[in-house]
């Protein structure tokens, strides 16, 4: 019978973001095995259940008992099951043995490869408590990770101890007992409103049972509560709560019976950064900052407690005596950290490693700090505003804020550049040379920034390359990858227009006075810079063989590519120029049969059918207006041009024969299919679209 099959392990306050993770595991490991036995058509179905004391799982419609099986098994060759005189080998008796029947009770089974023994074998189906037992306890082996734990005698590990199970397969108990326990149908309450023991009739009873015992089992209900609460509470105060969705599905992990409270502090923190406050409260406090209606941070805050108090106002208090000290903590750090100038702790980054072969984080600063300059130029940037943020942007990493709040780093930078009176356009770029930080992430908005952004960027890459530690598989620990897509992302949305292997070689030129660099650094370098375009410009809606046909012994900037890629994926999109595009293949084709490297200028006077004249007379005429449209870099006009060309490219391969046996007459002609390719050239290889 099918019935819906409940899994509760019940534990000591887990990690809250390890809920998720834990219970994907869970569902996972347990519903891959039900599968394969034949118990659950599907695991898409799994309802997945966790709060800070269990985690839990419930599988709709899994079958009580395996379904009767038939299995075919092949056994030994013939050859090989029977000796000269007939006899049955040991090769056939252990078969035999093996299938639970006598050689002579095996059949035949003929196949292309020769005769075998073969049996069939009929498997009752077992049952589902016989099966899970073991089920079980593999997922709980898999589910164990380095920070799992051993308690009291037991050699199993979890996350947590666990103190309770529940197993129920519709209304009846199955037997597990991993842990020293016994599974049985008893869930635990709230520790505070319903402690103690509460008895589930069935599986299906779960949820109702413990939102009676105070418990919002499902982490997506606990969510929206809190959201909800606190919303609600900050539109009757006029002000907008600030949810970050992370601290949301932490503090959701944290609680079971979530309830929200509004509470405030001295406007005299406002005094701080509002990103310090706003990491002081979410860090260490898990609690949401607030707006006004004028968009400043105000002087409360909201606390999310496991509770529902008697005393609101009490349970509140007691939040705001605890936010104090850490709001006073980010002060302090505030006004000490404004005891020296930014510029003054230059110094000490001489002290931090950055890595054995590049040096310090000084070392890498002045590296950058020439580079930004030179880069500066081409992004419309000023020089020596970049040069000074290059100076600067690493020096808040040695404060005490971002000591204590790693995340600050730039944003802290910005402001203690500002209360030093350094040029907004300098403390600007300290704060937004860090993005992207993630894929998806803002770009930096200035240009002082992305010159920055770009110079901090190729350093790391070319000196990790150059230290020999470029990424292997998937071992990336300086994040190349992603420091390369974001390189490509600023000069994409930039247009800056210098080659990608012109602003490598600067990096190679400042890193060359620390490590001798190899010949072969800026194509490697630029090769993997490039490898990321593809993912990249597929998310633009670029199709890889788009990718390619640009690529082509393309070398110059990143923005020019993908001006280019876009305007051939239209290009490739249009439905009227399949015809040319194909001719540009044939085209391809032909020229790469003939052997023949390099052609001579087409002789116009050896043209003999009227269909190859036209065509000459048409790549003559487009060529004229495409170098003007080239100058302008228009590559959409550019492929609109060339467009043009489609009717008197079909009639020339309609009436002309190419490969002809007159040799000049031949030669001609692929003179002409190669003037067609160069013209497109100088965009991209068409003949490599639609491969």
């Given at each position: 019978m099918n019935d819906s099959l409940l899994i509760?392990?019940?534990?000591?306050?887990l990690p809250a973001r390890q809920i998720g993770r834990q219970l994907e595991l869970l569902a996972g490991g347990l519903g891959k095995r039900l599968v394969e036995a034949g118990l659950l058509e599907s695991a898409d179905t799994i309802e997945r259940f966790g709060t800070p004391r269990r985690l839990?799982?419930?599988?709709p419609s899994v079958a009580g008992r395996q379904p009767d099986r038939v299995l075919e098994r092949k056994g030994p060759s013939v050859?090989?099951?029977y000796d000269d005189d007939g006899k049955p080998t040991r090769a056939a008796e252990g078969f035999a043995r093996s299938v639970g029947k006598t050689v002579a009770e095996l059949d035949t089974l003929e196949t292309e490869q020769g005769r075998w023994l073969f049996a069939r074998v009929e498997q009752p189906g077992q049952a589902l408590d016989e099966l899970l037992p073991d089920m079980f306890e593999a997922t709980i082996a898999d589910m164990a990770g380095a920070r799992s734990m051993r308690w009291s005698d037991r050699d199993e590990k979890f996350l947590r101890p666990v103190r309770w199970l529940v197993a129920l397969h519709g209304q009846a108990v199955i037997g597990l007992n991993p842990f020293g326990l016994q599974a049985d149908r008893v869930t635990?309450?709230?520790r505070i409103h319903a402690p103690g023991e509460h008895e589930l009739a069935s599986a299906d009873d779960y949820t109702a049972t413990l939102e009676r015992a105070f418990v919002m089992v499902g982490p997506a209900s606990r969510r929206q509560r809190i959201e909800q609460q606190a919303t609600e509470l900050a539109g009757k105060a006029g002000l907008e709560v600030l949810i970050d969705p992370g601290l949301l599905d932490e503090v959701a992990g944290l609680t079971e019976w979530p309830v929200?409270?509004?509470?405030?502090?001295?406007?005299?923190?406002?005094e701080v950064p509002e990103e310090a406050l706003i990491s002081s409260m979410e860090q260490h406090q898990k609690c949401f900052a607030l707006r006004d209606s004028q968009g400043r941070l105000a002087p409360s805050f909201i606390a999310v407690a496991n509770i529902d108090s008697r005393d609101p106002a009490a349970m509140t208090a007691g939040f705001e005596r605890v936010i104090h000290p850490r709001l006073a903590d980010a002060r302090f750090f505030w006004d000490q950290d404004r005891r020296t100038r930014?510029?003054?702790k230059r110094g000490r980054l001489d002290s931090i490693l950055f890595q054995e072969k590049l040096g310090s984080i000084g070392d890498k600063v002045r590296r950058i700090t020439t580079l930004a300059a030179d880069i500066a130029p081409s992004l419309g940037a000023e020089e020596s505003a970049?040069?000074?943020?290059a100076e600067l942007c690493k020096c808040d990493l040695v404060t005490e804020m971002v000591g204590e709040f790693p995340e600050l780093q730039g944003v802290m930078g910005h402001h203690y550049a500002l209360a030093d009176g350094e040029p907004a356009a300098v403390a600007q770029a300290i704060e937004s040379h860090y993005l992207p930080r993630h894929a998806g992430d803002a770009l930096p908005d200035d240009a002082v920034g992305r010159a920055l952004a770009i110079a901090d960027r190729l350093d790391t890459i070319v000196g990790v390359f150059a230290a020999g530690l470029k990424p292997k598989g998937g071992k990336d620990p300086f994040a190349l990858r992603r420091a390369a897509l974001g390189v490509i992302r600023i000069l994409d949305a930039s247009g800056c227009r210098r080659p990608l292997r012109e602003l490598i070689a600067g990096a190679g030129q400042t890193l060359s006075e620390q490590l001798p660099l190899?010949?072969?650094?800026?194509?490697?370098?630029?090769d993997f810079i490039m490898e990321r375009l593809r993912p990249w410009a597929a998310e633009q809606g670029i199709e890889t063989n788009t990718v390619h046909a640009v690529a082509a012994g393309y070398r110059g900037s990143v923005a020019d590519f993908m001006a280019r890629a876009r305007a051939v994926q239209r290009f490739a999109d249009d439905p009227a120029v399949a015809s040319l595009i194909a001719a540009n293949k044939r085209a391809s084709n032909l020229l790469k049969q003939s052997g023949v490297s390099s052609f001579n200028d087409v002789e116009a006077q050896s043209l003999q059918e009227d269909e190859e004249k036209q065509l000459l007379e048409a790549i003559n005429q487009t060529e004229s207006r495409l170098a003007r449209l080239l100058e302008q870099d228009d590559y959409p006009a550019c492929l609109n041009e060339l467009a043009g060309l489609r009717e008197p490219v079909d009639r020339f391969f309609d009436k002309v024969m190419v490969m002809t046996d007159d040799d000049t007459l031949r030669n001609n002609r692929l003179a002409l299919l190669d003037a067609l390719r160069r013209q497109f050239a100088q965009i991209a290889d068409v003949a490599r679209l639609g491969r």
């Open positions: 509760e392990i019940g534990c000591e306050e839990a799982i419930r599988i050859d090989v099951a635990r309450g709230h929200a409270v509004m509470g405030h502090f001295d406007r005299a923190f406002l930014l510029a003054d970049t040069a000074r943020a190899p010949d072969s650094l800026a194509g490697e370098v630029e």
